[in-house]
């Protein structure tokens, strides 16, 4: 089992920043990837970005050069900073991770909003 708790939502600008943070913990050794997908009310969740134990990167084109995903492997930590929010990015984020043996497991989602 691998437990994932998200950290670092909140409201902010058109324009500005937010980091979102992710706490691994359970059977870490067994985690290949992990990430960040996003829903809004009524829309499937869509994968924003993803980050593989050797640090190898992946991103949805509607973010790319705007977001950075990164981890850090001896705190169990995964990040997501977004910079030049637009109201388009508001949605609940969720971090998720995958294992050698295909399970997914998710956070429980934090809240991002952009507005003026």
């Known amino acids: 089992q691998v437990q994932l708790v998200e950290y670092g939502g909140g409201l902010v600008q058109p324009g500005g920043s937010l980091r979102l943070s992710c706490a691994a913990s359970?059977?870490?050794?067994?985690?290949?990837?992990v990430g960040w997908y996003r829903q809004t009310p009524g829309r499937q969740r869509e994968l924003v970005a993803t980050?593989?134990?050797?640090?190898?990167?992946n991103y949805a084109d509607f973010v790319k050069g705007r977001f950075t995903i990164s981890s850090d492997n001896a705190k169990n930590m995964v990040y997501l900073q977004m910079n030049s929010l637009e109201p388009d990015d508001t949605a609940v984020y969720y971090c998720?991770?995958?294992?050698?043996?295909?399970?997914?497991?998710w956070g429980q989602g934090t809240q991002v909003s952009v507005s003026s």
């Open positions: 998720y991770a995958t294992t050698v043996v295909n399970n997914i497991y």
């Open positions: 980050i593989t134990g050797s640090h190898s990167t």
């Open positions: 359970g059977s870490i050794s067994t985690i290949n990837a």
